[in-house]
């Protein structure tokens, strides 16, 4: 379907519809060789657009991974709390991007962001199984077995968890460092395996989603769009 070049533009997270304007008006745009200087031109995805000579992809949606730092809450907005959208760029502002699924306000790591609701609704589907990974730092002493445990599936007061890996990285005075992988996304899930195993989640961090894993590059706060092979995934859920 046709669109004006402006909101093409914009859908595909080059900037405000403001600051989309005004590259297109500086000849900065060509369709299909030609350089185009107005907003309002029609094009769709067939049409070969550059900007300053390179390809800009069409897609419906957008998908961004961001490195979530502590203190900020994953939701769209909250009356006295930072949200994750706080982050993004004014460009993302109006694009209806949410979350996939939510962190705790106090844990790091891999976010996935989209305005494509079917997405994100087969991605957090347990029917999916879509296996999310963690590191952790835990206080208290784990007992022997809990590999096993995690294995065999822990008990929570609402609901028994599918089968997790725990792996043990690494043990220092009460304190271990640890990773664990799950199928599901419930409410605190991991802080609560852990508290039934007598333990205390003190730090947390979410390093993989799916197949999609958080790029080291990002520092805390940072984000980026998910690039071709990361969008594999995405296309696998839908
Ligand atoms: N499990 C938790 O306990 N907290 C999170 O933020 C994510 C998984």
């Known amino acids: 379907m046709k669109m004006r070049l402006d909101k093409y533009l914009s859908s595909c997270g080059i900037g405000t519809r403001t600051e989309v304007k005004k590259i297109i008006r500086s000849n900065r745009i060509s369709v299909d060789g030609n350089i185009i200087p107005q907003c309002d031109y029609k094009v769709d995805d067939t049409m070969s657009v550059l900007l300053d000579g390179k390809p800009v992809k069409y897609s419906e949606f957008i998908y961004i991974m961001l490195n979530k730092p502590q203190g900020y809450l994953s939701a769209t907005k909250d ?51 879509v296996s999310k990974t963690y590191i952790a730092e835990i206080s208290g002493t784990l007992p022997e077995n809990a590999t096993e445990i995690f294995n065999k599936g822990v008990t929570l007061k609402d609901f028994t968890c599918e089968s997790a890996d725990l792996i043990i990285e690494e043990t220092f005075n009460d304190h271990t460092l640890v990773t664990v992988t799950i199928h599901e996304g419930k409410y605190h899930q991991i802080k609560r395996m852990f508290q039934v195993v007598g333990c205390k989640v003190i730090y947390l961090k979410r390093v993989t989603f799916g197949n999609i894993k958080l790029d080291s590059n990002l520092k805390e706060g940072e984000y980026r769009l998910l690039n071709d092979s990361e969008m594999e995934f995405v296309s696998s859920v839908k």
């Open 79 to 129: 009356q006295r709390h930072k949200t994750i959208l706080d982050l993004l760029d004014e460009k993302y502002a109006k694009m209806g991007l949410f979350p996939v699924g939510r962190l705790d306000k106090d844990t790091t790591g891999l976010v996935i962001l989209t305005n494509d609701g079917d997405f994100a609704h087969n991605t957090l589907s347990p029917k999916k199984h």
